[in-house]
C-alpha cells in the first residue's frame, strides 16, 4: 500500500475513463486567453459541454414548462438553435464568416467552429482572433437571452450588433496593438482599427549556453513526446570548454511521469560518471519534474521509489547541482531526446552524432538564441 493518497488516485478508480483522461476537444487552449475575460470563457465552457441552462436542458431534467426561441419565437430554445441555427444569429455568424473570409459551413456548433482543423489555413493573428469572436459571440448571445427573458425587452439587431462589437474590439484591443493602416490589412482588423503584425508587449530573452567551470561537467537533458506510442528522453555531457563527453537517449512507455526503465537508465549514466571518476557535474535539466521530485520525494510512486532511493544514493557521491535552461538554449539535449522517442532501445554515445553537429556548433560559439516572453 502506498504510505500517500492523492485525490487524483480517486478519481482514477472512480472514473469510468482510463485514467489519466484527457478529453477528446482541446478546449482549454482554444477558451481560455488573457485578452478573453473568465466570464465569456465559461459560458463558451458551458455551451461546448452542453452545460448551459436553456429551456432544453431544464425540461430534461424534468422541469415541465414552455419553450420557444426568444430571439425568433420559432422553436425550442437549445444549445444549438439559440447560438447557431436561429435565423437572426445566423445573419450575424454570415457576416463574421464574411469578415474572415472563411467559408461558413452548413452546420455549425462550438466544436467545429473552435477546433484547429476548421482555422488551419488562417494567419496566427486571425486565428487569435477568431477565437476571441467566438467566446464574445457566444456570451453575447447568452446576455441578450437573458435580458429578453428576465428585463422584458425586444430584440433589435442593430443594438445587439454593436453591442457585441464593443465587447469584441474590447477584447481584441488588449493583445493587438492600435493601427490606422489600411493596405493588406484584413477586413476584421480594419473593421476594429487594429493591427495584425504589432503584438501588444512583446519582449525577447536571449538565451545563451554557458559551459561549466572548470573541473566541472554540465549535462543538458530533455524529453520528447510526439504521440501515444512515441516517447523519449536524452542528455549530453560536456566539459568546461563545451566539448562532447558523452551522450545518451532512451525510448520510454507513454502513461507514467517516472518508468523503472528510465530510473534504471539514470541508474546507468550515474555509475558510469562515477566510475570514471568525474566527481564534480553541473546538472542544466529543462524538466522541472527533476527539482520536484528531489525536493519533494514523496512524489514518487512506492513502487519505484527503491530505484529513486539507489539513484539518490549514487548522486550524494558526487557534488552536483541542479537549474534550468529554456528549451531555446537546450536543443542538443532535444534532439537526443527526439532520437529516443523515434528509436527503440536505449543508446550511449562516446562520439558526437552527426544529426546534433548543427546545434553543438552554435552552443560551442556561445551563439544566442531568442525566447519570446
Given amino acids: 500500500m502506498a504510505p500517500y493518497f492523492f485525490g487524483f488516485s480517486l478519481y482514477g478508480s472512480c472514473s469510468p475513463f482510463p485514467f489519466p483522461y484527457y478529453p477528446l476537444l482541446s478546449w482549454g487552449f482554444n477558451v481560455w486567453h488573457s485578452a478573453i475575460q473568465p466570464r465569456k470563457s465559461l459560458t463558451t465552457w458551458k455551451v461546448l459541454h452542453g452545460r448551459l441552462l436553456v429551456d432544453a436542458a431544464l425540461q430534461r431534467r424534468g422541469e415541465s414548462l414552455c419553450s420557444c426561441c426568444h430571439l425568433c419565437g420559432a422553436a ?25 473570409q472563411v467559408p461558413m459551413p452548413h452546420s455549425s456548433s462550438a466544436q467545429l467552429l473552435l477546433s484547429p482543423s476548421f482555422i488551419c489555413h488562417l494567419p496566427v493573428a486571425l486565428k487569435i482572433l477568431w477565437r ?16 429578453l427573458r428576465f ?34 490589412v484584413p477586413p476584421v482588423f480594419l473593421l476594429l482599427g487594429l493591427s495584425p503584425l504589432r503584438f501588444r508587449a512583446n519582449s525577447y530573452i536571449p538565451v545563451v549556453w554557458t559551459p561549466p567551470p572548470v573541473g566541472w561537467l554540465k549535462v543538458n537533458t530533455d524529453g520528447s513526446f510526439r504521440d501515444s506510442s512515441r516517447a523519449g528522453f536524452g542528455g549530453v555531457f560536456r566539459n568546461h570548454e563545451g566539448f562532447f563527453v558523452g551522450g545518451f537517449s532512451s525510448k520510454v512507455v507513454v502513461g507514467a511521469l517516472l518508468t523503472r526503465r528510465s530510473l534504471q537508465c539514470l541508474r546507468r549514466f550515474k555509475l558510469l560518471g562515477f566510475v570514471v571518476g568525474l566527481m564534480s557535474g553541473l546538472k542544466r535539466t529543462l524538466h ?9 520525494p514523496h512524489l ?10 539507489i539513484c539518490l ?42 544529426f546534433l553537429a548543427t546545434s553543438f556548433g552554435r552552443d560551442l560559439c556561445s551563439r544566442p538564441a531568442y525566447r519570446l516572453a
Fill in 313 to 354: 544514493h549514487l548522486a550524494s557521491l558526487l557534488h552536483f547541482r541542479i537549474s534550468h535552461i529554456f528549451r531555446e538554449g537546450n536543443y542538443v539535449a532535444d534532439g537526443l531526446a527526439n532520437y529516443g522517442a523515434k528509436n527503440e532501445g536505449s543508446v550511449w554515445w562516446i562520439s558526437l552524432p552527426s
Fill in 288 to 296: 522541472l519534474l527533476s527539482i520536484i521530485t528531489i525536493t519533494h
Fill in 151 to 184: 428585463e422584458d425587452s425586444c430584440f433589435c439587431p442593430l443594438r445587439f450588433k454593436q453591442f457585441f462589437f464593443l465587447s469584441f474590439k474590447d477584447s481584441a484591443s488588449l493583445y493587438f496593438s492600435p493601427s490606422s493602416a489600411s493596405y493588406g
Fill in 132 to 147: 476571441m469572436t467566438v467566446c464574445n459571440f457566444i456570451w453575447c448571445i447568452w446576455t441578450e437571452r437573458n435580458k
Fill in 76 to 100: 425550442v430554445e437549445s444549445i444549438s438553435h439559440l447560438f447557431f441555427e436561429c435565423p437572426r444569429v445566423q445573419v450575424i455568424w454570415k457576416w463574421l464568416f464574411g469578415l474572415f
Fill in 300 to 309: 514518487i510512486p512506492w513502487r519505484l521509489r527503491m530505484h529513486w532511493k
